[in-house]
C-alpha cells in the first residue's frame, strides 16, 4: 500500500530553519505531483507548497514564497520542504500528499495520498 512518511518537524526559534522530508513508498513516485499542506489548531488545512513531477515546476503559497523550497530526490522517493526565516506563524502540523493527476494543484482534494503529518513549532 501507498505510504508517505512525514519527519524533519520540531521546536525551532523564529527566525530559524527546518528540513522536511516525505519519505514516500508503495507508488512509482516520479509519476506523481508532490505537495506539502498545513493545519494550524482551529484553522482548515492550507495549501504550502507543491512540485511537478521531474521537480521542473514550483508552485507556493505566498504567505512561505521566499523563504521555503520545495525540492524532490526521485532516486529516493523523497520530498523536501527547506523553510528558513521562520515565524510563529508557520506552526502547523505539515503534511506532504501525492497526486496522480499532472498539474501542480492548490487543493486538497486533487490529492489522491497522504502522509500522517509533522509538528513544527515556532517560537517567538
Known amino acids: 500500500q501507498v505510504q508517505l512518511v512525514e519527519s524533519g518537524g520540531g521546536l525551532v526559534q523564529a527566525g530559524g530553519s527546518l528540513r522536511l522530508s516525505c519519505a514516500a513508498s508503495?507508488?512509482?513516485?516520479?509519476?506523481?505531483?508532490m505537495g506539502w499542506f498545513r493545519q494550524a489548531p482551529g484553522k482548515d488545512r492550507e495549501f504550502v507548497a507543491a512540485?511537478?513531477?521531474?521537480?521542473?515546476?514550483?508552485h507556493y503559497a505566498d504567505s512561505v514564497k521566499g523563504r521555503f523550497t520545495i525540492s524532490r530526490d526521485n532516486a529516493k522517493n523523497t520530498v523536501y520542504l527547506q523553510m528558513n526565516s521562520l515565524k510563529p506563524a508557520d506552526t502547523a502540523v505539515y503534511y506532504c500528499?501525492?497526486?496522480?493527476?499532472?498539474?501542480?494543484?492548490?487543493?486538497?482534494?486533487?490529492?489522491?495520498?497522504w502522509g500522517q503529518g509533522t509538528q513544527v513549532t515556532v517560537s517567538s
Open positions: 512540485i511537478s513531477w521531474g521537480g521542473i515546476n514550483t
Open positions: 508503495g507508488l512509482t513516485f516520479s509519476n506523481y505531483v
Open positions: 500528499a501525492a497526486r496522480s493527476g499532472g498539474s501542480l494543484s492548490l487543493t486538497s482534494p486533487a490529492y489522491n495520498y
